[in-house]
């Protein structure tokens, strides 16, 4: 397999507006970043992606770009934008920035003109159609509720939106939208960054005609996913970005792809295709969602995990790269997703993070995670921010009268701010975040959890972080090994092993609160025990007969 640094990296995202305000005004800004430099590299990752801080009117925060040359007036200037690739290249880490090119803000230029007229030289930057019979052009629902398509009076035709209205979709099929896109990543790149994290860089190429979707009983608008995830010219599209911009600099390249499986990704990823290094999968943060969507709720099984990651692993093997995560800007806090984030958050935060960051891959740390950081559960919807949790408790409670505590349950669970409250620095008002009026509140519980008392304890979530990454630095097994699944059926344990040259590594996690006992196979060969790391006081040594205590892990080696 070949080696690249992007293999052998682990990433931290940092979402600006969440993470440290340096001005008072409320809001995280990149000065804020840039005076958390040391923590992150005492951290040890190496590379950062930061979320959008281009200029934008902020419907989606951040994720509708009105100006890709411009830094948003909130989080700074240009000239802190390259102070923080200076300082971040000063200690020797590198930085990704998020590339949002499925679609603009409605007030980028580029929009502004192609709403003009039908023959303004921009219309054909945007997807434009006319009504059919006096409604959309066809029945697909937006990413955030409602219809995806907005009709625009002055010129009697719809524009399409997968996401808000404020955020139109670009048309990849005019070679001049590409080229501007192309030119746009190269000024950039010129810049000193390392790359691109891809924002639904999957949904660029739709299929002709855009055929409606089949609306499910009980629902207005149809999911029209199928005709625009992975759609018939992506990957030549991203095989001439590739031509054009990736192939002239040594950058990482991640894209999110909502949607994608594993045959797919071995398209994105086989460097012999020229594509992408590594996509973000969301196939295993659906398998707590049912029928309807993420808001559906339903109980995460272990096993369907296992598998899940396990096809992941084996299937992406020698042929492309994985990406690793649990957790994002739009996922909800995984300590209280997988884990447990009363009695057990200490173990349990680091039993995720054992499993995780021991698999092959490149692990990425969304900020907060790192210290065990929980979902948040506000009284009142009014102190929720996101569009997306906005506009679904809209159409449920306002517009469908659902019973307002039941669409609650599903915001608690899933809602995308569980992530955005701002990152807990201390047990000081508003957790240290800001001296200010924060632009959402802080989780309450900064008290007891804040990244302060976490650096300040050797035995805490951080330094668990931190041991991990240092493992991953110093033993190739961690980052190149193969990957072997053990006890499938197993409800409570997730164990496995990597496997590389003379090598063996041997994982166990348990996903439960109960004391269960493991053993391993008897068809496994594996002798010495050196164990790696623990998140429990050890007092045996037993690695193939012993009792898990309540979210324990291990990681031995041989
Ligand atoms: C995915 C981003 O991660 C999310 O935050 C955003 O709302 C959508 N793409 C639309 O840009």
Known sequence: MQKNWWKE????????????????DGIGDIRGIIKKLDYLKYLGVNVIWLSPVYESPNDDNGYDISNYHKIMDEFGTMDDLVELINEIH?????????????????????????????????????????????????NWRSNFGGSAWEYDPDTDEYYLHLFSKKQPDLNWENPKLREEIYKMMRWWLDKGIDGFRMDVINFISKVPGLPDGKIKPGETYASGSKFYRNGPRIHEYLQEMHEQVL????????????????????????????????????????????PYGKWDLKPLMLTDLKENLTKWQKGLNGIGWNSLYWNNHDQPRIVSRFGDDGK????????????????????????????????????????????????????????????????????YAKSRDN????????????????????????????????????VEDPNSIYHYYRKLIQLRKQYPIIVYGDYQLLLPE????????????????????????????????????????????SNYEMNDNNFNKFILRPYEARVYLV
């Open 490 to 533: 197993h409800e409570q344990i997730f164990a496995y092993l990597r496997i590389y040259q003379d090598q063996k590594l041997l994982v166990i996690t348990n996903f439960s609160e109960d004391n269960i006992p493991f053993e391993l196979p008897v068809d496994v060969e594996f002798s010495a025990n050196d164990l790696l790391i």
């Open 9 to 24: 990296s682990v990433v931290y995202q940092i979402y600006p507006r969440s993470f440290f305000d340096s001005n008072g």
């Open 344 to 411: 057990y958050r200490v173990e349990s935060a680091k039993m995720l993070a054992t499993c995780l960051h021991m698999l092959q891959g490149t692990p990425y740390i969304y900020q907060g995670e790192e210290i065990g950081m929980t979902n948040i559960r506000f009284d009142s919807i009014e102190d929720y921010r996101d569009i997306e949790t906005l506009n679904l408790y809209r159409e449920k409670v306002i517009v469908g009268n659902e019973e307002p505590e039941q669409v609650m349950e599903s915001i």
């Open 419 to 454: 992530a955005r409250t701002p990152l807990q620095w201390s047990d000081n008002p508003q957790a240290g975040f800001t001296t200010g009026e924060p632009w959402i509140k802080v989780n309450p519980n900064y008290k007891e959890i804040n990244a302060k008392q976490s």
């Open 90 to 138: 000063a200690r020797g880490m590198k930085l990704i920035m998020d590339l949002v090119v499925n679609h603009t803000s409605d007030e980028h230029e580029w929009f502004q003109q192609a709403r003009k007229s039908k023959d303004n030289p921009y219309r054909d930057y945007y997807i434009w159609r006319p009504g059919k019979d006096g409604k959309e052009p066809n």
């Open 247 to 290: 192939s002239k600099y040594d950058v990482m390249t991640v894209g999110e792809m909502p949607g994608v499986d594993v045959e797919e990704a071995k398209k994105y990823t086989n460097p012999e295709r020229k594509e992408l290094n590594m996509v973000f999968t969301f196939e295993h943060m659906s398998l707590d969602s049912g």
